[in-house]
């Protein structure tokens, strides 16, 4: 929730700039990630997102 309240404020002012990196950024951290587990262990993936 403070995540959308942070990006809501960012985007009204008009600073998609900001939006696209740091959206960017995660998206190659995510996949970093997922790289990082092991074969047929997928699991592990779908429980920490599935946690919060």
Known sequence: MLMGLVSGSLHDQGDF???ILAGSFLEC?????????KLDQYYQVIYFSLKD
Not at 29 to 37: H, K, P, R, V
């Open 17 to 19: 700039y900001h939006l």
């Open 29 to 37: 951290l995510y996949l970093f990630m997922l790289s990082l587990s």
